[in-house]
């Protein structure tokens, strides 16, 4: 089956720098997805890696290891609004997506 | 506004009812699929339509049947659900490029049975 884990939930402060680790344990890779959900809202993409490296856009960057099996998100600069779950997902074939449970990040003024 | 529109948002409904859940995509899409998604647990894939074909059907039980009469729209038709079916069921789309092929998803629809 399956393994995708990443922490329950991370709390930081506003202005501040927070990194999200993925590590996942699939059948096959096909690229790995950060999607952000804001309760009771849709998951929204926010980055995709398929290659080794860091992927940076904006105050969010992604980096992945395949060797390694893991990835994170890193949130700079962090915003109110940046409070909200972070879902890692791994295409393990042509289309199907596995989850992680997600990371519900919380920020503090 | 990410372009999939699902219907009705929220619903309650008892064990002997049927009811429909609606999902359009207005994106151009030739993939749509259904997740259910239960609090603290990873999204589950339920079924996979490519280009209006049925290409998964992740061990869901018979009381879930899905509907996808052109890749615009996607029905899910639920019967004799049980409490535990309880959960945020989401639409997403995607367009099968063999490349990145990034899915989009619905706002969800939240539904509690009785």
């Known amino acids: 089956g399956q393994n995708i884990d990443q922490p329950t939930e991370m709390t930081a402060t506003e202005g501040a720098i927070v990194q999200i680790n993925c590590t996942y344990q699939t059948s096959g890779f096909n690229g790995l997805f950060w999607y952000q959900q804001h309760a009771g809202e849709a998951p929204t993409f926010l980055s995709y890696?398929?290659?080794?490296g860091l992927e940076e856009k904006g105050r969010f960057s992604s980096f992945l290891s395949r060797s390694k099996g893991y990835s994170y998100l890193l949130l700079k600069e962090l915003q109110m609004k940046d409070s909200a779950s972070y879902l890692c997902a791994v295409r393990d074939g042509d289309y199907k997506l596995s989850f992680g449970a997600g990371t519900t990040v919380t920020v503090r003024a | 506004e990410t372009g999939v529109t699902q219907t009705p948002r929220h619903l309650v409904m008892g064990m002997t009812n049927k009811k429909s859940l609606k999902c359009e995509q207005h994106?151009?899409?030739?993939?749509m699929y259904w997740y259910k998604q239960s609090a603290k647990k990873p999204l589950e894939l339920m079924f996979v339509?490519?280009?209006?074909?049925?290409?998964e059907n992740n061990s869901v039980p018979s009381r879930f049947s899905p509907e996808c009469p052109n890749s615009s729209h996607l029905f899910l038709h639920l019967h004799t659900l049980q409490p535990e079916d309880s959960a945020l069921y989401l639409c997403?789309?995607?367009?099968?490029?063999?490349?990145?092929?990034?899915?989009?998803f619905g706002p969800g629809t939240r539904l509690l049975v009785l």
């Open positions: 997403a789309s995607s367009q099968a490029t063999g490349g990145q092929e990034t899915q989009y």
């Open positions: 339509y490519n280009f209006k074909e049925q290409t």
């Open positions: 994106l151009g899409h030739n993939a």
């Open positions: 890696n398929v290659l080794d």
